[in-house]
């Protein structure tokens, strides 16, 4: 990601340039031209081009400045030194890519915080930038806690569940190009959680907590990262899944996301707030209704939904814990606040999983 704009060091195109091979003449002497000289690209412009004449000139090439015609191949019989063309003239300022057209010099092209995608580095090279400030990849840490989790691979008892959501945050966090990911378990203990909070912490930019941040009686998170880093930013938002959803960052600390334990709900926090405020995010676009939805009248509604061709259809799942529906949802729509039914054909905004 650019940590620095990048300037345009001259005009783009720097020079009148020839979008097409062809021929290049005055637009006054259009007809049967004597062919004068060929003129390729990585040449100075040629100058005295006499009346009547025309310059082949192939892709690329400097179009002199006393030529305002530039006429295809295609439309052109070459013999014997003698250039017919044998169309319409295309209209004025075709096929010639005039001088500052893309950017003015000094214009920022690359802004910061950019992903660099490889037409990125080709714009950058373009403007001589050998080397760029990129921001560093960030360290990030997933915390997962509850005592009723096993590992995958474990047989859990009755009473237990395996651990999933440090597979599915970090799956979240690769797709959007993190790669630098911890993952780490907790015991339902305080003593225990702010000991791994303090560790972890000291090693990462960014850490995700999963669980333990509502109200339960053995729900340790808030505790322990107010004995650590004081009051978080917020706790708790006006949505439904994930309203325990919380964050803190102090001088000492990484940027911490306290997300709730149950699967959807960690999802849903973590592609809505965590990888945005991250790095820069497309996952968000307006789709669609097929069928009406009715809002909550005071929480935004993440709904699950199939998308097909930009039409969103609503899944409603059992709760925001329901991790094996015979229907798989592509991303989740959001729902504002309100009183009224959202009609079909409504369109609203749509984060997607894929």
Request: hydrophobic residues 40%; aromatic residues 6%; glycine residues 8%.
């Amino acid at each position: 990601t650019l940590a620095e704009d990048v300037v345009a060091d001259r005009p783009f195109p720097p020079y009148r340039r020839a979008m097409m091979d062809g021929i290049c003449c005055r637009r006054s002497d259009a007809g049967t031209l004597t062919v004068h000289s060929l003129h390729a690209a990585g040449a100075p412009a040629p100058e005295g081009l006499p009346k009547a004449a025309c310059y082949e000139v192939m892709t690329g090439a400097v179009v002199p400045d006393e030529c305002d015609l530039l006429v295809p191949y295609e439309d052109v019989v070459l013999e014997n030194g003698v250039a017919t063309i044998t169309e319409p003239l295309p209209p004025e300022g075709a096929f010639i890519h005039q001088p500052g057209s893309d950017a003015a010099q000094g214009e920022v092209i690359l802004k910061t915080g950019t992903v660099l995608t490889p037409p990125c580095l080709g714009i950058a090279a373009s403007a001589g930038r050998e080397t760029l400030s990129i921001y560093a990849a960030p360290r990030v840490g997933i915390l997962s806690t509850g005592d009723e989790l096993v590992e995958i691979a474990e047989t859990p008892q009755p009473w237990q569940i395996r651990r999933s959501n440090p597979i599915v945050l970090s799956a979240c966090l690769q797709k959007a190009g993190i790669r630098n990911i911890s993952t780490h378990i907790a015991e339902d203990s305080l003593e225990e959680t702010v000991r791994l909070i303090e560790e972890i912490s000291a090693r990462v930019d960014i850490l995700l907590i999963s669980g333990g941040i509502s109200k339960g009686k053995r729900d340790f998170i808030r505790p322990a990262l107010e004995s650590l880093y004081g009051q978080p930013l917020f706790h708790g938002v006006s949505q439904r899944p994930g309203k325990p959803f919380g964050c803190w960052k102090a001088e000492t600390s990484p940027l911490i996301f306290a997300l709730p334990g149950n699967p959807t709900s960690a999802m849903t926090c973590c592609l809505r707030y965590v990888i945005p405020a991250i790095c820069p995010s497309d996952q968000v676009a307006d789709v669609i209704l097929t069928d009406a939805v009715t809002p909550h009248p005071q929480l935004t509604l993440f709904l699950p939904a199939l998308l097909v061709d930009g039409h969103a259809s609503p899944v409603y799942t059992r709760n925001s814990g329901d991790e094996v529906s015979p229907t798989r949802p592509h991303g989740f729509l959001h729902i504002p606040p309100g009183s009224d039914e959202i009609p079909a054909g409504r369109a609203l905004p749509f984060t997607s999983y894929l």
